[in-house]
């Protein structure tokens, strides 16, 4: 029940094109559902974060789609670009935060 | 501020030595956590600290130990390495007692155990 489970590991989207990653959890009390983005030799770090009373926030390029019935969330990137290829993590937290296992972005210019 | 460091970058140890990973941070979080990433695996947590003098088990706790002595550093030791802690060791930190808390990582200490 503490599983968050990330789809894809890898992913390879045109520079331009929108980029999709997906997470799901079974955990109902789950509060706060965060993404972060890492580069190669990089720590994680926060890019966006939801809460499960709204379905939708957007951030520039990036917006974070909550489907509280079905939990599951999902990133979006609109105009994936070159600067966007990094790993991503979604994360869900009760009392403390649990990670997904990581998707890996590359855009291709 | 230099926000959370990690020392050393890298390091290659042979079975059954020990050492330790040193993480700061210059932010007066109260938080703090040890992480260990595998390939697809994700962040899987080792230890935690919610306080100066405290510290709490993860998820993969065994074969480390940790300390927090001051509030800005908190250790990571490996008492009798093993190939199996071959990883990348990232600490974080956070503000306060929230999980909702955004965490701030280290850029990591890459560890190679023969």
């Known amino acids: 029940q503490q599983q968050v489970k990330q789809s894809p590991q890898s992913l390879i989207v045109q520079k331009g094109g929108i980029s999709i990653i997906n997470c799901a959890y079974e955990?109902?009390?789950?509060?706060?559902f965060p993404w972060y983005q890492q580069f190669p030799g990089k720590g994680p770090a926060l890019l966006i974060a939801?809460?499960?009373d709204v379905s939708e926030k957007k951030e520039g390029r990036f917006t974070i789609s909550f489907n509280k019935s079905a939990k599951q969330f999902s990133l979006h990137i609109m105009d994936s670009q070159p600067g966007d290829s990094a790993t991503y993590f979604c994360a869900a937290s009760y009392h403390q935060l649990i990670w997904g296992a990581g998707t890996k972005l590359i855009i291709k210019p | 501020n230099a926000g959370v460091t990690q020392t050393p970058k890298f390091r290659v140890l042979k079975t059954g030595q020990s050492m330790t990973l040193l993480c700061a941070q210059d932010m007066n979080h109260e938080y703090m956590y040890w992480y260990r990433q595998d390939p697809g695996m994700g962040l899987r947590l080792i230890h935690y600290s919610v306080g100066e003098g405290t510290t709490a088990k993860g998820e993969v706790p065994d074969g480390y130990n940790v300390s927090r002595l001051k509030k800005q550093n908190f250790l990571l030791g490996l008492e009798s390495a093993a190939p199996s802690q071959t990883s990348v060791y990232f600490c974080a930190s956070s503000p306060g007692q929230s999980p909702q808390e955004t965490q701030y990582f280290g850029p990591g200490t890459r560890l190679l155990v023969l």
């Open positions: 955990n109902t009390a789950f509060d706060y």
């Open positions: 939801i809460r499960p």
